[in-house]
Every structure is written in structure tokens, then in C-alpha cells.
């Protein structure tokens, strides 16, 4: 690693402009994100499907989406360390606003998976290069509150998802967050780029060769170790709350549950959660027992989740917002990722960790559809889910503690 030279970096002015206008994007990210969970079953009902049909399309739907993360990912973080931080937030954003209000004219499958794998490209710059933007304006004492400010303001997008569903049809709810995304576009143009970028783009170093994170062991292991500890948080979005008008039913439960409504209970959760976990990482100067006791929350209601008899939806929803709150340590996570590596990787980084998370969700459904027909939806479950959690445990073990980090360094 090679410290780069001293310099000032933005001003307090700049950097708090910043943290309200990506806390405002993630809010958009977010409510387009799990738009698709919220509207799964009455837009493919809207387009004639039914019965089983109605998970099976919804998980080639969902995993096209996440396909789009996984390349937009890796696209979007590049362009973030080459071009600067701010083209991205401009390209991606607008690319995933065009495409909700596309959605909202689907007519059939084939078309509803292929805007949804471009939304998912266009979402995929969002998070990271914000936090990556905001990780460089802040004191080092002080860039977790930006992190968990963005965090807790952007998941409010599922809450507010929710409650648009409920007043408005399927495909009125995307136009709604395409227009949102389109008027944060606005606001975009008057954010200053990162002083350690800017420093960083004058010297000759090469910035965001994606190859890089795999050309050192050490490099690799870390990079792996960032991706694997929060893959958890999208087990229990991508599979257990997304599917859990199905988990409840072949648990016993005497009321339908609503996908919805559950996805809404969740990011709820998450609110409390990234606030919690953020504030707790300020106040014990540490990113790393955060996520080990917040790993340890998921477990437990996931295991109640998966052994109560849901006896009403009212229940349900409430382990759903037990279940949110655990895997609220999504800000510490995506901060971790971006204090473990240097100025000319950080957005490529910080931009893919959190995507690799997302897409993890294909490799999950997929396993948790072969373990189904052999074990139950519940053993399947239980197994995915364990999975999870034993690796995330192991890899927040083998990662530093990076509260302390100096940011201005890069890899060599």
C-alpha cells in the first residue's frame, strides 16, 4: 500500500450536501429494489399467470434483476475509481429511473425481465460509489454517521414502497419511482467530487483494474471475506421474507400472508437496525462487533421465523421486522468494505461487495429450489440459511478492524 500526498480534503459544507443527496438516491435504490418483491404476485397475475407460476416466473424475474447488479456492479465500480465518483452517480441513476418507468408498460414476461435486469444494472452504482463519495469528505471519527445517515434514510424506500402499493396499481408504483429518480438527477449536479479521487487522478497509479482484487491472495481473501460477510442480509430479504406467503403456508399458517406487507415489515426492521448498528460502531469505535451481534440477532429470529406456527399474519410480519433489525448492519458492512482498500479500488469495491451480495441471492434461490423438492421448504430453508450465517461468522472473524483507517492510501 502507498500513502498518497496530504491535501484538504471537501468541505463540511460539500460533504453534508453530499450525505443528503445519496441518502436521498439509496432512498430511490431501495424503493425500486424491493419494488419488485412488493408487486411479485399481483403484476404477474395482472399479466396472466397463476398458481406456481407465480414463484417460479418470480424467481427468473428476480434473478434477472440480480444479474443486472452483478454486471452493473462491476461496470459502475470501474468507471467510479477511472472516471470520478460523481459521473457514476449521474449514469446510474438515471438509467434505473428510465427503466422503472419503462416497467410499467410490460405486457409479458420476457419484456418484465429484461427492464428488470436493466433497472438492475442502473441500481447497482447507487450504494456503493455514495458510500465510497462520502467515506472521502468525512473525518475518519465521523464517516460512519454518513454511512448509517444513508443507510437508514434509503431503506425507508422499501417502507415507502409499501405504502404506494397499497393506494396505487403495480405499474403506477413504478412511474412513481422512475419520477422520483429523474428529480434527484437535479440535485446531482451540485455534488463535488472527492478531494482523494481528484489527488489521486494526478498521479500515475492504475485506478479500478477490477483484476487487481485477484492478482494477491491477501487482497483476494479480503475482498471475498467483505462479500461473504453480508450475504446474510439478502437470505432473509431474497428468500424468506420474499417468499413467505409460501415459508407460512407450509408451516401451518391459517392466514395468507402478504409478500408485501412482509417486505415492508422487514426494511422497517432495517431501519431501526442500520441506525442501531451505526450508532453503536460510533460509540465503541469498532466495526466489527456490530456485525457479530448483529449476525447473531439474524440468527435467532431466523430460527424463529422458521419454527413458530405463524398463527397470524400479524405475527408473521412482526419476526419480519425482528428479522430486519438483524440485518441492519448493512451500513457498518458496506463501510468495512470501503475502509478496507485503497483510493484506487475503493469505488470498484465498495460499488461490487455490496452487488456480489445481491446477485448472491441467484446462487441461494437456485440452491434453495434443488433442496426443496427433497427436504421441504422449511429443511431447505434451514440449510441455505445456516450456510449463511456460519460464513459470515468466519469471515467477520478474518477481516482488520477498519474504524481507525487512514483512507488515504492506495493499492499497489
Not at 19 to 39: E, P
Not at 127 to 152: H, N
Not at 236 to 255: K, R
Request: net charge positive; hydrophobic share 50%.
Amino acid at each position: 500500500m502507498m500513502r498518497l500526498n496530504e491535501g484538504n480534503i471537501a468541505s463540511k459544507h460539500s460533504a453534508a450536501f453530499a450525505v443528503v443527496v445519496a441518502a436521498l438516491g439509496y432512498f430511490v435504490d431501495i424503493y425500486d429494489l424491493v419494488l419488485f418483491s412488493i408487486v411479485r404476485v399481483p403484476s404477474l397475475k395482472g399479466l396472466g399467470y397463476s398458481g406456481d407460476e407465480l414463484l417460479q416466473v418470480g424467481i427468473s424475474l428476480l434473478n434477472a434483476q440480480m444479474i443486472g447488479m452483478l454486471i452493473g456492479g462491476i461496470l459502475w465500480g470501474i468507471m467510479g475509481d477511472k472516471k470520478g465518483r460523481v459521473s457514476v452517480l449521474f449514469g446510474s441513476i438515471l438509467m434505473y429511473s428510465l427503466a422503472n418507468i419503462a416497467n410499467g408498460f410490460v405486457q409479458g414476461a420476457t419484456s418484465y425481465a429484461v427492464l428488470r435486469f436493466i433497472a438492475g444494472v442502473g441500481l447497482a452504482g447507487e450504494l456503493g460509489v455514495s458510500v465510497t463519495l462520502v467515506a472521502e469528505s468525512m473525518p475518519k471519527e465521523k464517516r460512519g454517521w454518513g454511512t448509517t445517515i444513508i443507510a437508514t434514510v434509503g431503506v425507508m424506500g422499501a417502507v415507502v414502497a409499501g405504502l404506494v402499493v397499497d393506494k396505487f396499481s403495480w405499474r403506477n408504483a413504478y412511474f412513481i419511482g422512475g419520477a422520483m429518480g429523474l428529480l434527484l438527477l437535479v440535485l446531482r449536479y451540485y455534488v463535488i467530487e472527492s478531494g482523494m479521487f481528484c489527488k489521486m487522478k494526478e498521479t500515475t497509479v492504475s485506478r479500478g483494474n477490477f483484476l487487481y482484487l485477484f492478482s494477491n491472495k491477501e487482497r483476494f481473501k479480503r475482498y471475498l471475506n467483505c462479500i461473504v460477510v453480508g450475504v446474510p442480509s439478502w437470505f432473509v430479504v431474497g428468500i424468506l421474507v420474499t417468499f413467505s406467503p409460501e415459508i407460512t403456508q407450509a408451516l401451518g399458517a391459517p392466514e395468507l400472508v402478504n409478500a408485501g406487507t412482509a417486505v415492508m415489515y422487514c426494511y422497517a426492521g432495517l431501519v431501526i437496525g442500520d441506525l442501531s448498528s451505526g450508532a453503536l460502531s460510533q460509540y465503541v469505535k469498532s466495526r466489527k462487533l456490530p456485525i457479530y451481534l448483529f449476525l447473531t440477532i439474524t440468527a435467532i429470529s431466523c430460527l424463529v421465523y422458521l419454527n413458530i406456527p405463524h398463527s397470524s399474519a400479524l405475527l408473521t410480519y412482526i419476526v419480519c421486522l425482528c428479522m430486519g433489525v438483524g440485518i441492519g448492519y448493512w451500513a457498518v458492512f458496506v463501510m468495512t468494505a470501503a475502509e478496507q482498500f485503497g483510493t484506487n479500488l475503493r469505488a470498484t469495491v465498495t460499488t461490487t461487495v455490496p452487488n456480489f451480495v445481491r446477485g448472491a441471492v441467484v446462487l441461494l434461490t437456485s440452491l434453495f429450489q434443488y433442496l426443496r423438492p427433497q427436504y421441504g421448504i422449511i429443511t431447505a430453508a434451514y440449510l441455505v440459511g445456516a450456510f449463511c450465517l456460519f460464513s459470515a461468522f468466519y469471515s467477520a472473524y478474518r477481516l482488520n478492524e477498519s474504524f481507525h483507517n487512514d483512507l488515504e492510501f492506495v493499492e499497489e
